[in-house]
Structures are given as C-alpha cells and as structure tokens.
C-alpha cells in the first residue's frame, strides 16, 4: 500500500522543490491517506507513504535513499539495523560500495531507490517477483521514478503522450507488459532488476534471475517436511506485526495458507470470500469446505451485478495504466470486507501455480511435446503427409483434430501459447481502426513474449514455462490486479508463496514432480494430502472469476454501462465503430463468457481514458 516518487537532476528552488514533490505524492496516497515524508535538495527531491514498518528513509548531505517493504537483509530484519541508522542507510552505502549486488541478500517485497546529488547518481530496485512496480523516465539529464506512473506524469519534465503500441499490447494481452507502460517515454523495472543513472545515461542489470540449473533428486519426504516448514515461515513473515487474515477461494493456495496461518498465529484465521449467483461460477462450497476443515473466522460476501457497475469506476482510477483483469472487482470486495473487520493485512495465496506447475496450459503443452520425440521419419514422412495431404481431410473429425495437434506441436515456444489469444483469433483488422494499426508493430507482442521466454533456457519445459509465468503472469497481471485492488480498499497485502524462500525451493525441485504427466502441482498436493481436504485437492482450478459476459445479458444496469463506454470507445478511432456494434449485438448473444471478456477489456479500457481527462 502507497509508495514512492522522485527525480534527480532537476534544478529548483527549495520551495518548488517542495511543492512539487508534495503533488507528485498525491496520486500515491489518494486512496488509503497514508503519511507522506519528502525529503527535498537542490537538484533531487523524494517522498514514501506507507503504513507501520513499510517506510524506511535516510538523507546524508546529498545522499537521500528510501526503502518502502517489509525486508530482511541476510537474515535479519530491518528493525535490527535501527541501531545503526536503519536499513535504509544500510543499503544506500551498499549501494556506493557494492552497486546493484546489495540487493542479492534483500528478501522480501520491496521498492527502493537512492539519489546522490553529490555525484549525480541514482539507483533504483524492485524484489525479486516485482511485487510493487518502479517506472521511470529520462527527461535530458533528469530522472524522474514513481511505483505509479500517475506520479511520474505531474513532473514538468515528463512525458505524459500514450503510446499507440502500448494501447495495443494491452488488447492483446489484457494489460500493459514490461518493461513498457502506456506512456511514451515511460519504462519499468523487470522482476529482479535494478537500474543505474548517472550523467543522463539509464543502465538496467539483473541482480537476480530465476535459475533451475541445482535441481537435486532428494527423498520425498523430506522435500515434503522442508516444504511444511517453508510453508510456515513464509506465511509466518508475512503475518509478523500485523491484524491479519486471508483469502479464501477454496483453492490449494488459499486453503493452504488459511490452514498455516491458523497455525502459527495460534488462533483460527480470519478468511475471507467472495461468491456469485451464477451457474459454474460460484465457489463458495469449496471455501467453506476449507474454513469448516481449519475451523477459520468465515466470512463470506456474494458479488452482485450492482456491486460491478460501482466498483468498475473507482478500478479503474486505481490503475496506473489500462488493466483488464476482471477479477479485481471480487478481490476488492474481498480486502473490504477484511478492512472493515479492522484488519491491516490480508495474505494472498498467488504464486503457487507459478511455482509448482498449477496452470492447465502447463499439462496442455507437455502433450505437443511429445509429438516432437516421435522419430523425425515417422512424422516427416507418414503422419504429416497423411494430416495435411489427403484431399477432404479437413471434413472429418479425427482428422481435424489430428492437423490442429500436429499444427501447434510444429509451432515454436513461446508462440504456441497464443494460438487462442482472443485478439489473434478476431484479427486485427477487424478490431483495430486501418490509421491506428499503421502506427503499430504487429509483431511487439510476440517480441516481448520470446524475450521473457528466452531468458531462463533450462533443460525442461515446465521450468521454462514457470519462469515466463513468473514476470508474464505475476507480476505483470495476477499480482498488480492484487495489490491494486487491495490499496483501493486500504488493505496491506502479502504473498507467502513467492518468498525468497519459496522460490529457491521450487527451483531446486526436479520437473516430473511439479508435472508428473498430466498431473498438475504433483509434489506440492502429494505433500499436503491429509491436510488439506480431498475435495480441496480434487477441485479443478476456477479462482474469483467474474461471470461478467453472462450478468451483461442479464443486468440493464451493467449493460447500460458497457454499452456507453463502448459508444464513446468509439470517438477515440483506435476500435472499429462495426467491431463495437457486432460485439455488442451479434456475439454476446453467441456466447456471452467468450465475448463479454472483450467488452470487459475494452470497456476499463474506456474509463482508464475517462479518469485521466
């Protein structure tokens, strides 16, 4: 919750100085009125908000650094360096001594940042998932950052022009991917990355990559043991100091982290969860399985249609740039609940399908694997000639199947996951207006899904699959719609899941135990069979999904909203009017859950573009 916001090299009297770092902060704590501390010099000024033990500063002459996180540097945590000036001033002459390997031994959720006015310096680091993210922009010889880019553009020296890509890619993907923003001139920082400025120039390195190049073969029961005990550490950090609960969907990471919290508070967990009254939607007789189990503090709350038409406004004026993931709505009724039990921290259980292989794409993917160990003969020769060669094929159902199967397994990684990209399959014509696609490369979001994919090359798909998730799905997705959600409603949030910890130990596992054939998260259920409830372990994956695309049709309030933001989406000239007026009419009575995602994406599209004018 909150955040920071800076520049340097930016030369203005102590009185500007002031007045205008005091604005930038404003965007940070619109919504939970945390505390705001700035610290101003000549040509460098900074400020961090946060609550209790998340703000951590130090100023020395012209030096300035602020942490905002909760931390632990080699083990220890932040409040035993208070002796010695405090983390903050720990890590700030790190930095001038060892640069961006300082960050190696930082563990937890962080957001930091250092200016030397002396020297003209700056660096810059998010943690090792990007939990919180960090833009920044280069204005000449000036640095201006912010963990919201809403900061960033209320500097005079920034930028503040869209960018006709990013509107793009956010269609394409339902959200803005780094290290790009929905600004011209804007980036952010990659999980792990750190960045240096100094005389004009911006220089990003990795202090962390996620590696599999340890994977030990260790009895299962003592994998089992070290994962219980990670289990109650992590959730056990995230807990320390603060009122605490959790959500609660009824999935194995949620169950999971209801059960350890329970256990190491000493008292039953306060969980929290959302249900829908709408067919094969609602989840609500699983998380009650599990709070029944754990003996936890339910408490429940239905999402209504209503509660969408309010919620969608104050969503989108909480995101930084346009974001298309309907299930902050429930995520946000869910914190609010937690607030209003007068709780200051809700635990989140994202990350564990990254981790240890949850996602359904992962057992998908592994069986167009296969068909590339089939011998070269046999494909080249005998199965392809056949699935692409005999005239009429294409009117029999087995033989459909078959060239759609051999298709995709001869389409590379990671390009074979987007072959239903909802985008991809309208095509771009038909969506995108032909003057905003003449001012598009096409071929960005296939760009920036093969260098997140090239970048950890492992030996085993599932690994390399997990580390793109990593930054493709946390932390440009799954964990923004969480924290975003969480601040609109006031709500500290943390994830044990993805601790430092956690991740290393994923990391070592061999890969048939996070997918043993088209068993999904092998190791991780096998592990807590008998703790958490069969039913819990049997369940498919569903999480908070919106039925957005079916209320559309049933709600006139909902349907009165969408259609409006679709009307004035027109003006704009990116979407084609006939797209709009098909999707509204024809489609969504073909199937509303297929389309409705389209209107959602392109209707928060609409009102992020409304909150800003």
């Known amino acids: 919750m909150s955040g920071l916001c800076g520049w340097l090299g930016y030369r203005a009297t102590n009185s500007d100085n002031c007045q205008l770092i005091e604005k930038m902060a404003e965007p940070i704590v619109r919504f939970d009125g945390s505390k705001v501390l700035t610290m101003t010099k000549t040509m460098a000024a900074m400020a961090i908000a946060a609550d209790g033990d998340h703000a951590h500063s130090y100023q020395n002459n012209g030096v300035v650094a602020v942490l905002w996180g909760q931390v632990r540097y080699q083990g220890k945590p932040s409040r035993d360096f208070d002796r010695i000036g405090g983390i903050a001033k720990v890590l700030a002459d790190g930095c001038q001594s060892k640069g961006g390997n300082i960050f190696v031994d930082l563990e937890g959720e962080f957001v930091f940042s250092m200016l030397n006015e002396d020297t003209g310096e700056a660096i810059l680091a998010v943690d090792r998932m990007c939990t919180r993210s960090l833009s920044y922009q280069v204005s000449g010889n000036t640095l201006i950052f912010s963990s919201t880019a809403d900061a960033i553009i209320k500097h005079p020296l920034a930028n503040s022009e869209i960018s006709p890509q990013s509107l793009f890619n956010y269609i394409y993907f339902h959200m803005v991917p780094s290290p790009d923003s929905i600004y011209k001139d804007q980036h952010r920082l990659l999980p792990g990355q750190y960045l240096t400025f100094k005389n004009g120039e911006v220089k990003v390195g990795f202090y ?30 995230a807990a320390a100091g603060q009122a605490v609960g959790a959500f609660l969907s009824g999935g194995t990471d949620s169950s999971t982290i209801a059960g350890i919290l329970g256990e190491v508070t000493g008292k039953p967990a306060r969980t929290y969860s959302i249900g829908f009254e709408a067919e094969g939607y609602d989840e609500m007789e699983y998380a009650r399985i599990a709070a029944k189990h754990f003996s936890t503090q339910h408490n429940e709350y239905y999402v209504t249609p209503d509660d969408v038409v309010a919620a969608i406004p104050q969503i989108a004026a909480i995101s930084d740039q346009p974001f298309g993931n309907a299930s902050a709505i429930p995520a946000f009724y869910c914190a609010r609940m937690a607030k209003a039990d007068g709780l200051t921290q809700i635990l989140g259980g994202d990350g564990g399908d990254e981790l240890f292989g949850g996602n359904e794409r992962y057992a998908k993917q592994q069986l167009f694997v296969y068909y590339n160990h089939l011998p070269l003969v046999l494909r080249k020769r005998l199965l392809e000639p056949i699935a692409f060669g005999i005239a009429g094929s294409e009117r029999i159902a087995l033989m459909r199947k078959a060239r759609s199967y051999i298709e995709q397994a001869l389409t590379p990684m990671p390009a074979r996951m987007e072959s239903y990209n909802l985008l991809r399959r309208y095509g771009y014509e038909t969506v995108f207006t032909q003057d905003f696609l003449a001012t598009i490369d096409l071929e960005r979001p296939s760009e920036l899904l093969d260098e997140t994919y090239r970048q950890v090359q492992s030996e085993s798909m599932i690994n390399n699959m997990l580390a793109f998730d990593f930054k493709i799905t946390l932390a440009d997705n799954d964990l923004p719609k969480v924290v975003k959600a969480c601040e609109l409603a006031g709500m500290n949030v943390g994830f044990p899941l993805i601790s430092n910890e956690m991740v290393e130990f994923s990391t070592h596992l061999e890969p048939q135990l996070k997918l043993k054939g088209s068993k999904l998260r092998y190791f991780f259920k096998e592990s807590l069979r008998g703790y958490l409830p069969d039913e819990i372990l049997a369940k498919q994956k569903h999480g908070f999904g919106l039925p957005f695309g079916v209320w559309l049709q049933e709600n006139k309030s909902l349907k009165a909203l969408a259609a409006d933001c679709l009307v004035d989406l027109k003006a704009r000239k990116i979407v084609r009017a006939d797209f709009i007026d098909q999707l509204l009419g024809q489609h969504l009575n073909e199937h509303a859950g297929y389309y409705g995602t389209m209107v959602w994406v392109l209707m928060m599209l609409e009102y992020w573009f409304k909150q800003r004018e």
């Open 208 to 237: 962390w990559k996620v590696a599999f190049d340890k994977i030990k073969k260790r009895p299962f029961e003592e994998l089992k043991l070290e994962l219980r005990d990670l289990l109650r550490s992590s959730v056990r950090e």
